[in-house]
């Protein structure tokens, strides 16, 4: 049983950022009714292999032609029926097709509303086509992302715009339907946009620059001993000692200790101003023993370490697969809903909710 | 009035990831109660300028020593009278403290109890510390990361496990008080994890890589006419041609015909694997003009590009302005939750719920 069975879901949306929260609503045992186009339908079928399967395979499906009045009369009756829409047209698209926010409020006035765009319902960018890449751009992580001394690099390796919508988006529509259930109020509509997602994951690196006077990209993004450092079988090791006490240990451990006397080093600040030279000292470490030698190393000491992972050793991971974090499915892998939930039972046994653990856990 | 109001949180978290999600719910109209120890409080007071008072400023604040009989008898009687419990210690400490989900279970049956923590309450990298850096590994994110042809580097910008951890936090805490509101039932206790909010977000991509036969990093992470590139007055405009639509324009647009009629670049598959190829003469090209320039001879056609915001730009943009999406607040600048809600109603006018936009939008 999921937190949201009872709750019905219609999605009009296509690609990423609004079927990967639709899934999540799925995962949390909603209904979750995907509506298509006739014509080929969701364009992520085609595009990118593997993401339609991974992100729709929970839903049902309904193919509709919006432009047809039949079409249209059955998205209606289902619209009175549902708790909430998620729609992720160009802004105005559902306007023009007869689905604005002031019609659908006349069929259904409980109705949760949710627009997921990428600059929004409004403003000077709003018809602007664009991709993660761009809203990342306009919300300044790009600005700051790629090497410290280096220029803006489309380096984070994932869709860190559309995935923050995603969840800012489901956010939104949990918080109206529990407003809804506890008030018994009328319905809400919900305008999330790519790049103000973005934008807010970006604001803590916001407060920082400002409150350390704007320094620039190589003492802002700059971090010593904090980084993936290449070991003598080629493969990589995270380091992330940012306290002093992590710090302290790990010179010592590799036999560092020098840079505990000097004062260019002696606090985080510094560290982040003084990077290179710490992190050029400590790849001509790291690459003197394996991985496995160094994880035995600095297991034996209290040290933000890990290895780091390719995506074909994530299904082999031990404590990945404790956790049933990355499960097969058929010849397919699968990433459930990330968090465990167990119903409280005062006074007697944790009964499982969902998403339980394996056994033996 | 915010979609929240009516529900108490208490927050027993600090730094990053906890205070993240219970800002959201403060922001959100909920009344949110951050208990720090009296010793200094939250390290991030002191550690990243700017963060503490960014995460916190809108909630309540209250000094308890959780090793003192009378600080835990007031904490026990805030816990009665409270609907969520978010805390983020190591696992095991709140058992230790007296506060197990157990115990508290025994308090108020119907608390929401969330801890958030590195790696998740079970498992064997469960005592382990760590920074976001390396739940990015862990998670798969790292590997991916940095330049194509290189190795992992912490290249993102921002602390993506981090706030994935915070997201999802607020999602479950969300879909359990909605669960709770419409069932009437006991209370549930949340498991999250940095490491599997982190694999969450990376699930597409590994989608994606077992569709593909796990092609090696260059032609997966290869963007060919996708990333941000140099203008002649040093600034930066991102570019993301995708469809084979924007391509063609872009080619058309920039002077690269030539490229149409070669079947290396001819779908998107190939223009990552010849990124290089691509990305050269697009540099090339971009170079001989300056960001406003370019930006006006892409706004005569529809193209996904867009500029390259630095931090300090961010509150000069027209379209954050337009948004509200950056406010100032004193002399500081302040990034609001980033999704517009506007109360439906249904036949009349639309009253504004929340985060409302500029006058005249």
């Known amino acids: ?197 973005a934008l807010a994951l970006m604001s803590p690196r916001i407060a920082e620059y400002y409150a350390r006077n704007e320094p620039a990209k190589s003492d802002f993004m700059g971090r010593g001993a904090y980084g993936a450092y290449l070991t003598k079988d080629g493969q990589y090791i995270s380091i992330a000692c940012v306290e002093e006490k992590f710090w302290e240990t790990f010179c010592e451990t590799v036999g560092m200790k020098e840079f505990l006397l000097d004062n260019l080093f002696n606090s985080w600040t510094k560290r982040m101003e003084n990077a290179e030279i710490i992190n050029r000292k400590i790849e001509a470490i790291i690459i003197r023993k394996t991985l496995s030698e160094w994880l035995s190393i600095f297991g034996e000491v209290d040290l933000p370490v890990s290895r780091v992972n390719m995506i074909n050793d994530l299904s082999k991971d031990p404590h990945l697969k404790h956790r049933n974090a990355i499960i097969e499915e058929g010849d397919c892998l699968r990433v459930p809903f990330p968090v465990k939930m167990h119903r409280m039972e005062a006074f007697s046994q944790i009964g499982h909710l969902e998403n339980t653990e394996r056994k033996g856990d």
């Open 1 to 197: 049983m999921g937190v949201l069975e009872g709750i019905r879901v219609v999605d009009l949306t296509n690609l990423l950022p609004g079927p990967f929260a639709t899934n999540i609503f799925a995962e949390l045992g909603a209904e979750v009714i995907k509506v298509e186009r006739p014509d080929g339908g969701d364009p992520s079928r085609q595009m990118v292999p593997g993401l339609y399967e991974m992100l729709n395979s929970r839903k049902k499906s309904l193919t509709l032609d919006l432009k047809d009045e039949s079409d249209k009369s059955t998205l209606r009756k289902l619209l009175r029926e549902s708790d909430v829409l998620i729609e992720g047209f160009r802004p105005g698209v559902m306007d023009r097709l007869g689905f604005g926010k002031d019609e659908v409020a006349k069929l259904n006035s409980e109705l949760i509303y949710c627009s997921i765009s990428g600059y929004g319902q409004s403003g000077p960018y709003r018809d602007a086509p664009g991709h993660d890449l761009n809203y990342l751009a306009v919300s300044g992580i790009l600005g700051i992302s790629g090497l410290p001394n280096g220029g803006p690099e489309a380096a984070g390796g994932i869709q860190i715009a559309d995935l923050a919508a995603s969840l800012y988006a489901t956010i939104s529509v949990l918080g109206a339907l529990l407003n809804k259930a506890r008030t018994r109020s009328n319905g809400v509509y919900i305008d999330v946009s790519l790049v103000e997602s």
